[in-house]
């Protein structure tokens, strides 16, 4: 058990750290360990030591995007981990923006890499994905291609569904797909890595006229697709680059909150972005969580772009 010393000592530690006040330059605590405190804290403290040698030895992959990690992080330890944020990229923003027409150098000077969120209403105007995309078309597609092992190697979001996989998401029964009464509802996403499926899907939508002129489209595409009430939990992302996501169909509401050391300096807020509407965030920088709104079930497809 953790004594009530450690506790104390936790709590002075988290309150410095809020008040960027450097403890180690104070005067020593009157707090005073137990054994078993300092046996807890000795465990602690080769924890990161553990990580490093694990990275040593292994851990160049958990920044590849091209290999299979050895180890996989956890969220909660990635999030341990992470490096502190500036809270200048959320100070005073207490909404996301709606423009439309709008030029690239414009984009590019006031929201493509400051971290501001942003809606663009007329991104999707003439791509067909709007009238073609649906789970029985990413089924097709998919089942083409014969789930390749490239593409098996590809990501594969869950969230609170039972699906292991993305063969097993869209082998489930039309009932279900149509949110018949009794059946269960469902939210997935995933990466999409396979070439032939990539060339395919991009016949119908195009790089999102408002990107830099410079700027190039990550080569991975990003789909969510699900039905009301769902969508994905509370996180924050750990991907190299800001990304845009196009909402297909449907409507999701998305709810923006700041990183934990800016809760006092920044705001949480949040934007609906309907049928059409094209959404650019850092999910680096921006913790986020969606909600798919009523109505048809809701289809997103996005990238990163540099």
Request: hydrophobic residues 40%.
């Amino acid at each position: 058990m953790v004594s009530e010393n450690v506790k104390k000592l936790k709590a002075i530690i988290e309150k410095a750290s809020k008040s960027n006040i450097n403890i180690q330059r104070l005067p020593a605590i009157g707090i005073h360990l137990t054994p078993s405190d300092l046996s807890l804290f000795r465990l602690f403290s080769l924890i990161p030591i553990a990580i490093g040698v694990i990275a040593f030895l292994y851990g160049k992959s958990w920044i590849s995007d091209t290999k299979k990690c050895w180890i996989s992080l956890p969220d909660s330890l990635s999030h341990a981990f992470r490096p502190p944020e500036d809270c200048g990229f959320c100070r005073n923003i207490t909404q996301a923006d709606r423009v439309s027409n709008i030029s690239p150098k414009e984009f590019e000077k006031n929201y493509a890499y400051n971290a501001k969120p942003v809606v663009i209403t007329d991104a999707t105007i003439n791509w067909t994905a709007l009238d073609v995309f649906d789970f029985w078309y990413f089924k097709d597609v998919y089942e083409s291609s014969l789930f390749d092992s490239e593409q098996m190697n590809c990501q594969f979001f869950p969230y609170k569904t039972e699906f292991k996989s993305l063969r097993e998401a869209l082998s489930i029964p039309a009932e279900r797909v149509n949110y018949e009464v009794g059946t269960q509802p469902w939210y997935f996403g995933w990466s999409n890595c396979n070439y032939e499926v990539a060339r395919e899907l991009r016949k119908h939508y195009d790089r999102p006229y408002f990107l830099p002129d410079t700027s190039e489209n990550n080569a991975v595409d990003w789909l969510f697709m699900g039905g009301p009430g769902l969508g994905a939990h509370m996180h924050v992302d750990n991907v190299r680059l800001p990304s845009w996501q196009a909402q297909i169909k449907g409507a999701k509401e998305w709810i923006l909150a700041p990183p934990p050391e800016c809760y006092y300096e920044c705001s949480t807020f949040s934007i609906v972005v309907r049928t059409g509407d094209v959404i650019v965030l850092d999910t680096n920088k921006w913790y986020h969580k969606t909600i798919v709104l009523p109505g048809e079930i809701s289809i997103t497809i996005g990238a990163e772009y540099d």
